[in-house]
C-alpha cells in the first residue's frame, strides 16, 4: 500500500494535506501530517482579527514532506456561524508570494468549489495531483464572499508561526 501524506495548515479556517500515493475514502488513516499549526481565538492580548468579506486570504506553507497528491483541510472549529469559502486553491510559491502559475490547483469539497462549514466543523478538499519535493513552499488561497463570514462569528486562525 502506498503511503499519503497530509499535512495541515491553519490560517483562520485552514488546514491542508499532501499525499505520496493514490488517497482513498477507505484508508484515510494513510495520511501523514507534514505541516502543522494550532489553531486559537483571540485572546486580550491578540489584536482582533479584522472582519473577512469579498476578500481572499493567502497562506504560505513550507512542507516538509513531499508528495504527488494532496488535500487541504479548512476549519471554522472555533465559529459560532457557518461560514462560505467560496473559491479555494493550492499552487506552488514563486519567490515572492505570487504563484508559479503552471502548479495552481483549484481545491474542490465533495466536487463543489466552494463550501459552506457549519460553526464549529472543519471540511477536507477533494485531493489534487501536486507534485512537490520537501520543503517547497506552497501557497493556499480562499476566497471569503460578501456576506460568507459573519463578523460577530470568532475566527479560528493561528496568529504566529513559531
Known sequence: ????????????LIVFGLSAGQATASHDDSYVVTWTAANKV?????????????????HIVRVSAGGSRLRVWLT??????PLLIGAASVAVRN??????????????????TS??????????SDSVNLGVHAFTDLAISM???AGGAVSTSPVSYHVRAL
Open 1 to 12: 500500500m502506498q503511503r499519503i501524506t497530509r499535512l495541515f495548515c491553519a490560517l483562520m
Open 143 to 145: 476566497y471569503v464572499p
Open 76 to 81: 471554522n472549529e472555533f465559529g459560532n456561524a
Open 95 to 112: 519567490a515572492d508570494y505570487s504563484v508559479n502559475a503552471a502548479s495552481l490547483r483549484q481545491l474542490s469539497f465533495g466536487n463543489a
Open 42 to 58: 483571540a485572546s486580550p492580548f491578540d489584536a482582533p482579527p479584522p472582519a473577512f468579506s469579498d476578500v481572499t486570504l493567502r
Open 115 to 124: 463550501i459552506v462549514i457549519p460553526a464549529g466543523a472543519r471540511v477536507l
